[in-house]
């Protein structure tokens, strides 16, 4: 007991310091507006009707229930690209915080993943919605979502914690950043299905992570069981980019002071 008390008094420190960190921010964040919390789902539902206008009234591209399978991505997507949007900047806007003696820095990086995954809770029974609408018979495979999500965010805070420390170095990393994520976008089989590719891009498609977390979120929407051999694929490497990161995070971290 006495070997774990000082661990346990940390880390509840550190889940005290971010409940308060993450409440400041949604509170910042929807301060003044009249839809509140209600914008959390206002953005994926607009990419929503704009890809079935495209993709299935215009263009009609041949997907079953494409409504479901591109809320799917979206939500799922939006939660990285917001993640690490806001995350890459959460130490060089925070010298204050930094400055403060003894405050766990590493808790900022982890605000940005945390609250973004309670915007996308919000999501979630619109999405239900949507499922059932199109008339697509949930089973019991659904209660495997926080899995999923877990792994999900496992990977961003791994890349958030990277991106964050590098930032602070290298300020360039906040402009290339939205870039890449542009590319990753497209990159990944949110408004497209993978077996519409040709067999070379589809197992190039594959190795992006999102890619697996994305076709786990739709297999458990659809009533079937995840590939649970990729997705612990994903897990392995997340935790092992998380190892790294937060590595990388603790080194960069002795010298936030003097660069920010």
Same mark, same amino acid.
């Given at each position: 007991?006495?070997?774990?008390?000082?661990?346990?008094?940390?880390?509840?420190?550190?889940?005290?310091?971010?409940? +308060?960190?993450?409440?400041?921010?949604?509170?910042?964040?929807?301060?003044?507006?009249?839809?509140?919390?209600?914008?959390? *789902?206002?953005?994926?539902?607009?990419?929503?009707?704009?890809?079935?206008?495209?993709? =299935? +009234?215009?263009?009609? *591209?041949?997907?079953?229930?494409?409504?479901?399978?591109?809320?799917?991505?979206?939500?799922?997507?939006?939660?990285?690209?917001?993640?690490?949007?806001?995350? *890459?900047?959460? /130490?060089?806007?925070?010298?204050?915080?930094?400055?403060?003696?003894?405050?766990?820095? $590493?808790?900022?990086?982890?605000?940005?993943? *945390?609250?973004?995954?309670?915007?996308?809770?919000? =999501?979630?029974?619109?999405?239900?919605?949507?499922?059932?609408?199109?008339?697509? $018979?949930?089973?019991?495979?659904?209660?495997?979502?926080?899995?999923?999500?877990?792994?999900?965010?496992?990977?961003?805070?791994?890349?958030?914690?990277?991106?964050?420390?590098?930032?602070?170095?290298?300020?360039?990393?906040?402009? /290339?950043?939205?870039?890449?994520? $542009?590319?990753?976008?497209?990159?990944?089989?949110?408004?497209?299905?993978? =077996?519409?590719?040709?067999?070379?891009?589809?197992?190039?498609?594959?190795?992006?992570?999102?890619? $697996? /977390?994305?076709?786990?979120?739709?297999? +458990?929407?659809?009533?079937?069981?995840?590939?649970?051999?990729?997705?612990?694929?994903?897990?392995?490497? =997340?935790?092992?980019?998380?190892?790294?990161?937060?590595?990388?995070?603790?080194?960069?971290?002795?010298?936030?002071?003097?660069?920010?």
């Amino acid at each position: 007991m006495t070997m774990t008390s000082p661990a346990l008094g940390k880390l509840n420190h550190w889940f005290a310091v971010l409940g +308060v960190l993450v409440a400041r921010d949604h509170k910042a964040r929807y301060k003044n507006t009249a839809m509140g919390m209600l914008w959390a *789902v206002a953005s994926p539902v607009l990419f929503l009707l704009t890809f079935y206008m495209l993709f =299935s +009234v215009i263009m009609r *591209v041949d997907v079953p229930n494409y409504a479901s399978f591109a809320f799917t991505g979206i939500i799922a997507w939006t939660w990285l690209q917001t993640s690490l949007n806001e995350g *890459v900047a959460s /130490i060089a806007h925070n010298s204050s915080l930094v400055s403060h003696p003894g405050f766990p820095l $590493q808790t900022l990086p982890m605000v940005s993943v *945390v609250s973004n995954l309670i915007n996308m809770v919000f =999501s979630l029974p619109l999405l239900f919605v949507v499922v059932l609408v199109e008339h697509v $018979q949930l089973g019991w495979q659904v209660v495997l979502m926080p899995l999923i999500m877990l792994v999900q965010l496992v990977f961003q805070l791994s890349l958030t914690y990277f991106a964050s420390a590098a930032n602070v170095t290298f300020r360039d990393v906040q402009y /290339i950043l939205p870039v890449l994520l $542009q590319l990753g976008y497209f990159m990944t089989p949110i408004f497209y299905d993978l =077996s519409q590719l040709p067999e070379r891009f589809r197992k190039v498609m594959a190795l992006n992570p999102m890619s $697996q /977390i994305i076709e786990a979120y739709r297999a +458990v929407l659809n009533g079937r069981l995840p590939d649970f051999a990729s997705l612990g694929m994903v897990l392995a490497v =997340s935790i092992g980019l998380l190892i790294l990161g937060y590595r990388y995070f603790r080194r960069a971290a002795e010298h936030f002071l003097e660069e920010i």
